[in-house]
């Protein structure tokens, strides 16, 4: 059974920062790639960014390209956001996820790719 473990999050004030982590377990960490999505109210869930099991490569919706980076521990079977930046329509339910896919140099852009997923953690920015 694979478990992802949230944590981070909060209330900044625009223009400031937070990490979120997202600790997995239950499947060979390097080989999946791994995303994060967000999803605000009324609004449909959006992704954000993505990372190769490998961690040789990422990529970063336009919405948060420059503000946002996505990075993994292996050897601590963690991956992270760091958000920079932020702004009052960062706001929203951010989620991590699984890719199914049992490759390292993957990367998966698409919900559909992920098939386990975080608890999901609040990110509100606002003043």
């Known amino acids: 059974q694979v478990h992802l473990v949230q944590s981070g999050g909060g209330l900044v004030q625009p223009g400031g920062s937070l990490r979120l982590s997202c600790a997995t377990s239950?499947?060979?960490?390097?080989?999946?790639?791994m995303g994060w999505f967000r999803q605000a109210p009324g609004k449909e869930r959006e992704f954000v960014a993505a990372i190769t099991g490998s961690g040789g490569n990422t990529y970063h919706a336009d919405s948060v390209k420059g503000r946002f980076t996505i990075s993994r521990d292996n050897a601590k079977n963690t991956m992270y956001l760091q958000m920079n930046s932020l702004k009052p329509e960062d706001t929203a339910v951010y989620y991590c996820?699984?890719?199914?896919?049992?490759?390292?140099?993957?990367?998966?852009?698409?919900?559909?790719?992920?098939?386990?997923w975080g608890q999901g953690t609040q990110v509100t920015v606002s003043s």
């Open positions: 996820a699984s890719s199914r896919l049992s490759n390292p140099n993957y990367l998966p852009r698409s919900a559909y790719e992920y098939d386990y």
């Open positions: 239950g499947r060979t960490f390097s080989l999946s790639g």
